[in-house]
């Protein structure tokens, strides 16, 4: 019964949501430019070699393919929407229902975010598969792959829960999100895989949470390998369990002092 | 715990007869009554000696203010309840009003485990509000005049789904329980457009609706009829009273429109700056609702505007305001004499603003 209660959370939010369906081609069409920028760029880097480490060109796109639909999902709508409720106190009113907020609000906004990321996905493939042509995939690889492109929205979800959260204290959020951002773009893993870079670089990068989020899922995706996918679901589980513990305690802190505005 | 104390008095009786006086064993029954009276006669609601702080970060003007709230901010603290208690029993409908401000809402907020009290004991239904509000919430109803609960794009029998849902309203209920809400509210018409093309009134009434699906024991109401015009307005009122005489719903009505609690409440708690003015029956302030309010306008410019037992407040060229006291003159001689002598082009009686009544208690 409680979970039924996420699931009609979820479903309802979905419907609603789909009032702004052009936003979500609207967004497909800027991946699309993108990964025509990053694919003509990684042709030239390819130029005079075969295999940039380890990575030959297509799976590099392919890798991109994964990095670029995951990026696109919706972390700063929430990040604004709970940010936004926590500041004018709105966030009062969904105290008294009888669901934990935190819940209701990462199954209200999965549905879109899923939904979105396969628009997105379906668009990157598309570039790619014209571009450099299909690579040989393993079918254990996409299956977990997916499993993990799905753990790592929940991870983004909690790291923007987090962030979020600290509207309670902070009065703008949006310069942890940036700081945020930008570690992923350099230490994720969005731009490139990790193994390029140096390694007193890439060692510390591949433990932290922004690698769990990009790195390791679209790694696993086009080079499957089964201790890789040990490594990648320890990675993403243990920040999950972390994050978790950290979004509760700073919420129950944080929900003592809210104050609502105009009451 | 009533039944030892039961089992005690019986087992007094019988060796008591022989110890104490009898009329000892006498006054141990009444109490006994008087307990069982308490018993059934349950608050829903006790506040004592509530107390809100509010934090306010106070900032000098002009860019160097700014940079000194950045590093060193200046919070001054407000104190929005002063000091509210009161009790509510099963059943009642209490109507709470006061200005904008006045604290009333945050005293519903906290009621609902919304909002933390800064000092003072809440109980609501025997639950402490803030340390049991999941509980607490599948035994009340809340609406928000002011923050909508329903999907904004989607018809509202698909946010009173999602209600049933999470409050853990079985399926079958739940059909009767809309069918049956659905009738007194009058809302199957609509329930199936989308709530945005809805009007206010009707989308209060499925607000209202939702917040009934799981048979709350108290209903709290924020500003029901905030924004609505005159006829919705006394359909909500209608169904506010209903629900509290046919459900023996506890209902519990915030306003700053002094009609509202007027039309259908019989006790009326005013809260002004923080603390409580009034706690009464609403026969009691109708003496302070003798005075009404009259605003004339003319189709002739007047020069003098004299009128007996009439308190002038303003007067121009073609308006006038006048206050009345009804014991001194009634409406109908004031509109007999102001006929006679003017030619008038408009006329509105009304009463006098919350905050007026306010001040004439402070008088008296």
Redesign the interface.
Known sequence: ?TL??YY??GK??L??SL?YIIDFFISSGLVIMIMLILIALWRVLYQDRNIIAGFTLAQMIWYLVITESIVFMPLRGIIREIEGEIKSG?I??Q?????NYIAAKFFSKIGFALLRWAIIFTAAVFIAWIFVGPIQLNIYGVFFGIISIFLSFVLSFLIACCIAIMAFWLEEVFGLYFMYDKMRFILGGFLFPLDILPLWLQIPARYLPFSAILYYPAKLFVDFSPEFMAKTFFFQLSWILVLIILVSILYRIGI?K???N?? | MYLSTAVGTLCFCQKGAYRVKWHLNIINIFKYIKLMHKEYMKNAIELKGLVKDFKAKQKDKGLKGSLKAMFRPNYKEIRAVKNISFDVKKGELVGFIGPNGAGKSTAIKIMTGIMYPTKGKVKVLGLNPQKERKKLAYKIGTVFGQKPQLMYHLPAIDTFYLFSKIYEVPEEEFRKRLDHLGEIFEIKDFIKQPVRKLSLGQRMRCEIVASLLHKPEILFLDEPTIGLDLIAKKRIRKLIKDLNKKEKLTIILTSHDMEDVEKICKRLVIINKGNIVYDDTIRKIKNYLKYKVVDILFEDPIKELKLKDVNIISKKKYKAKLEIDTDKISIKKLLEHITRRYNIADMVISDPPVEEIIEMIYKK
């Open positions: 019964m039924g209660k009609h959370i309802i939010n419907q609603n009032a709105k009062a009113y105290l008294n229902k009888p669901y003592k809210v104050s609502i105009g009451g």
